[in-house]
């Protein structure tokens, strides 16, 4: 699997404890271990919702619906 860099920033204590609990060398796998859930479970439900068609039509429905408020008055 191919790995991307991050650069992220965190409060210092929050740091110090991860340098001093979690290990050097080992920060970057243990927050991606938490995260990765997260990310997964998000993946997971944004394909349940495409995959639900009523909802789509809906959703497509109400955007077209709002996308006329969108043009400066005049020009519709």
Do not use: C, N
């Not at 650069?7 to 110090?16: A, M, R």
């Not at 340098?19 to 394909?47: K, M, N, Q, T, W």
């Amino acid at each position: 699997m191919m790995q991307k860099k991050l650069t992220i920033t965190i409060d210092e204590g929050v740091y110090h404890g991860l340098y001093r609990v979690v290990g050097p060398r080992r920060i970057s796998r243990f927050i991606e271990d938490l995260v990765r859930p997260h990310v997964e479970d998000l993946e997971d439900a944004y394909r349940q919702m495409a995959a639900d068609e009523a909802r789509e039509r809906e959703a497509a429905a109400w955007i077209d619906a709002l996308s006329g408020d969108t043009w400066p008055e005049g020009t519709t």
